[in-house]
């Protein structure tokens, strides 16, 4: 049964679990204090649970809540993967018996597409809005009193209730029948339209777990990335393409210039509760089969490396819906049985366009694009930028810098990130001046950002009349050599 499950609703009630069909449910109530400082709605975070001597007991929750005005609208599910160290707080949840219920609120839908930013299994997202999820809250309660008691004391002891019920939830939607089904982007939406769970199903499958058929979970980390440089192939002071790093959630925004990402992420942390030996299966769910390459690397495929190119066109969820991101599933294979899957995410820049010529070189970007604007692009992840950036190559396809257009006037930029301030006679760049990009609010609450040139300068040097790329050395330039 349900003895020692503990139950919290985050949002005063709005969409909250009918208890009354389960009675040893323990349910979680906010105190005075906890009500007048906004803790008990939305995302939940920071609770730590003890019931007896068990540390980390059962606890599953929902909040029907979302952030409907300003520009920075958005689901509590796609909230929490958007702010600073809220999906490290979403982790240490899945690893501490914890598990929440978000519906998505139109940020899965016809009109803007599917906008996460990445696919984590710490949670459940629902498609629609208030009462969407209920019928998964039904179905986390009914299974977790269908585990047999020994089985569920194992999972509790072991932290591993959370991603249990994700196999669980995963394997029990309709039409998923097979490994292969399992295996497939079917069973890995983004959001679960709640009529696809099949309930009796989802008990029967709780119900029938032995000690030797127990998943074990899946931990990731990256073991080797290349990084681009700030002011020459990312532009925007602090942006970095890590979006968080947690042990069954890796997520990166494409910010490059290069036509390419690379990776290599190994799971070989990953543990069975049995001590049985276990081969890694790594599935690409969404995203360009012709840009994306899974490499893995062993014999067991403990780790792999993630080449990702540029996806020019959107791709597609399972459901249709037009999706900036690929997304990469991890599962661990003990034979018995497949684990809930972890999972590896790249997200686009949704209103970029892009060329780049035959070689693969970047040609151009256009970083807000007129002909895009309609693609919705996260303000918190996505400053704007107004301008394109034109290339310019040598004859031996040796990099010079680029053309910005599209600011009150054109500037001309060194393979240095320099912005060119003089020339020679011959018109190569003399000296240039190293550009930060601050982030800076504009009107309507997004980030705007500025090209802001610097005193610390770049003097460039050459071997006669035919070199044309130079030699720079650093030089410290005066206010009057910026104007």
Known sequence: GNRGDFYENRDDDHSPLDLDRYPQLIAVEHGPQAVAAGWHRGVAEGLALTLGTEAAPVLFGNSSTAVVEGPFWRSMARLALTERFRPEELARQYFSNQLYIYPEHKDHDPFFGDVFPALTPYGIVTQGSSWSDERAMNAIALMLAALPPDVKQTLIRERLIAPTLQMLWRRGQKGIETDADYLSARAHPTVFDPETADIEKLVRLANGLTALTLPGVVRLNVVQETQPAPGITVFGDGLSERLFDTPSAIARVFRRTDQEMRLVVSAAETRDPNGLPQRFR???????????????????????????????????????????????????????????????????????ARRYDAQGRIEQIEYDAPALQDEYADPNLFPERLWRDRYVYLDDGSPMGWRRLGLSREQRYTRHGALIVSTDLQGRPFTGAITRYPLLPSRDGRRRAEPSATRRGLLYEYDGLEDAAGVARSVRLSAGDLQ
């Open 282 to 352: 790594w599935r690409l769910l969404r995203g360009d089969p012709d840009r994306v390459t899974i490499t893995p690397l062993g014999a067991q495929g403990r780790a792999a490396e993630i080449a990702v190119r540029w996806h020019p066109q959107r791709t597609k969820t399972e459901d249709g819906l037009r999706a900036p991101r690929v997304d990469i599933a991890v599962f661990a294979d003990n034979a018995n049985q497949l684990s809930a899957p972890a999972f590896v995410s790249v997200l686009f820049p949704p209103r970029q």
